[in-house]
T-cell receptor
Framework: NAGVTQTPKFRILKIGQSMTLQCAQD?????MYWYRQDPGMGLKLIYY???????DKGEVPNGYNVSRSTTEDFPLRLELAAPSQTSVYFC??????????????FGSGTRLTVV | AQKITQTQPGMFVQEKEAVTLDCTYD???????LFWYKQPSSGEMIFLIY??????QNATEGRYSLNFQKARKSANLVISASQLGDSAMYFC????????????FGTGTRLLVSP
């Protein structure tokens, strides 16, 4: 039971390149989230999903896209990478009915540098 | 809209002493949850403790306790008998219990425990 798996762990992108950050979970959870953490800051919500086929924007969605075709996977797409997207990206699962008292489970993060 | 404020960028404590990390929140909802997460230098997000807005007792988990003062909208984390391994970033977070239950984070407090 791996929980939440993110790949890759590290990546360096050139300005204007694109990439997909992968997030997979094996806990059959409907609610999934993408956060970014800039140096010395808290986490900010990029996108979230409450089930396959249902996604919505969070606080900082510009420059990103998501899709959710299965319960297990929630990839985050960066189009035309910019230096401002240099950050650590976390995928998380949690929330939903019956989840009171339980913390959200985070992946180990993807450290992205755009040069 | 929800907001979490952590006013202590850094805190120092000696080993075996207790320390309180401050967190205040703002929400117009009656039903919400408050969380504390630990982020060590390795980067992972570790769930520590949860407090529901309707819980009358303060939450405790081992050496961690949450000092919940609803009227003041504060949810301070108390770590008793600090250990060297407690040195990390600590984030306070909140979610509304209705809707899509997104976690909103504060900016964090860096705790350093000295021998």
């Amino acid at each position: 039971n791996a929980g939440v798996t993110q790949t890759p762990k590290f990546r360096i992108l050139k300005i204007g390149q694109s990439m997909t950050l992968q997030c997979a979970q094996d806990m059959n959870h409907n609610y999934m989230y993408w956060y970014r953490q800039d140096p010395g800051m808290g986490l900010k919500l990029i996108y979230y999903s409450v089930g396959a086929g249902i996604t919505d924007k969070g606080e900082v969605p510009n420059g990103y896209n998501v899709s959710r075709s299965t319960t297990e996977d929630f990839p985050l797409r960066l189009e035309l990478a910019a230096p401002s997207q240099t950050s650590v990206y976390f995928c998380a699962i949690g929330g939903g009915q019956g989840s009171l008292g339980y913390g959200y489970t985070f992946g180990s993060g993807t450290r992205l540098t755009v040069v | 809209a929800q907001k979490i404020t952590q006013t202590q960028p850094g805190m120092f404590v000696q080993e075996k002493e207790a320390v309180t990390l401050d967190c205040t929140y703002d929400t117009s909802d009656q039903s919400y949850g408050l969380f504390w997460y630990k982020q060590p230098s390795s980067g992972e997000m570790i769930f520590l403790i949860y407090q529901g807005s309707y819980d009358e007792q303060n939450a405790t988990e081992g050496r961690y306790s949450l000092n919940f003062q609803k009227a003041r909208k504060s949810a301070n984390l108390v770590i008793s008998a600090s250990q060297l391994g407690d040195s990390a970033m600590y984030f306070c977070a909140m979610r509304e219990e209705l809707g899509f239950q997104k976690l909103v984070f504060g900016t964090g407090t860096r705790l350093l425990v000295s021998p």
